[in-house]
């Protein structure tokens, strides 16, 4: 079995390329360890690095969407930290889940940028970092509808 180590700002880029290799897996898939990942690197402290990151993550992501085959939907597990001693547990799930997990947690990560440029008196953009089941429900809210 696999074992990936995520570093930060790259688990889906870390997903996407144990997803798309070629060639014969084993079952269950190969793991992704979100806890396990290099901290204080150049992608975490350096605007250009991580704008590069961005865009190999994207320029990925967009190669495996023009791609054939059923790599959004290979298994792979992910593991987590179920306490600080090293305890985990492991789940099964695909490429296609952990982007659309990635995507949507990323409004938590946005809703303290938000607060932070708040504090430092740059005005944020009203949709920055507010979930869109949030935003629905204020506009029903607003609407005079529970």
């Known amino acids: 079995m696999r074992v990936l180590s995520v570093p930060a700002a790259c688990a889906p880029a870390r997903i996407a390329l144990a997803a798309a290799t070629p060639g014969p897996r084993p079952r269950p898939g190969p793991v992704l360890k979100y806890e396990e990942r290099s901290r204080g690197t150049a992608v975490e402290t350096d605007r250009t690095a991580g704008l590069q990151a ?9 190669g495996l969407a023009l791609g054939q085959g059923d790599h959004w939907i290979q298994p792979v597990q992910v593991a987590f930290a179920a306490d600080a001693t090293g305890t985990e547990y492991t789940l099964p799930s695909t490429l296609e889940r952990e982007l659309a997990f990635v995507a949507h947690h990323a409004t938590h990560h946005l809703a303290s940028v938000r607060g932070i440029l708040a504090q430092a008196g740059v005005r944020a953009k009203a949709c920055v970092g507010l979930a869109n089941s949030t935003r629905a429900h204020l506009e029903r809210q607003a609407q005079g509808e529970r």
């Open 54 to 62: 961005v865009v190999a993550l994207r320029a990925l992501l967009e």
